[in-house]
């Protein structure tokens, strides 16, 4: 169930606004991100939400937040939904790994999770991009992103 909590996490991150510069993540040589984000939170049996992406000032009512409504979905790719514009944005199921020590309070879990966007919305994210962020998930099902770092995008 952890595992698949920190896939929801892992994905949410993928959606967000792709309008910034590029940097490359994964070994595939056309796999970028834009974007970064320093807010991932929500639970193992509810939603997830991204915020305080750095999204152009011009998009940041558009792309305010991107919430996945069901963590568990996630698992195996889903949809995530822009709060403020409504466009959808889909996620391959990511690839999760331990994530590094000393991140996480010692009592929760650590997870890195690397995806692929599936389906952007061809404005702000695009088939093709990935994604990389380590989450923390505590023992009551509370996910967020571990210190110190951001969602990569």
Do not use: Q, Y
Not at 2 to 10: H, P
């Amino acid at each position: 169930m952890r595992r698949l909590i920190m896939v929801l996490a892992a994905v949410t991150t993928v959606a967000v606004p792709v309008s910034i510069a590029t940097v490359t993540l994964a070994p595939a040589a056309n796999a970028a991100v834009s974007l970064t984000c320093a807010k991932l939170s929500g639970t193992e049996t509810g939603s997830v939400t991204v915020k305080k992406c750095s999204v152009p000032k011009a998009d940041k009512k558009t792309f305010k937040a991107l919430t996945a409504a069901n963590a568990t979905a996630l698992a195996t790719g889903g949809t995530l939904t822009w709060s403020s514009s409504g466009a959808h944005v889909t996620v391959g199921a990511p690839t999760l790994s331990s994530g590094p020590a000393g991140a996480c309070p010692s009592k929760d879990t650590t997870e890195t999770a690397t995806g692929t966007v599936v389906s952007g919305d061809g404005v702000v994210t695009h088939t093709g991009d990935t994604f990389k962020t380590t989450v923390c998930i505590a023992s009551n099902g509370k996910i967020k992103n571990a210190k110190g770092t951001v969602i990569d995008l």
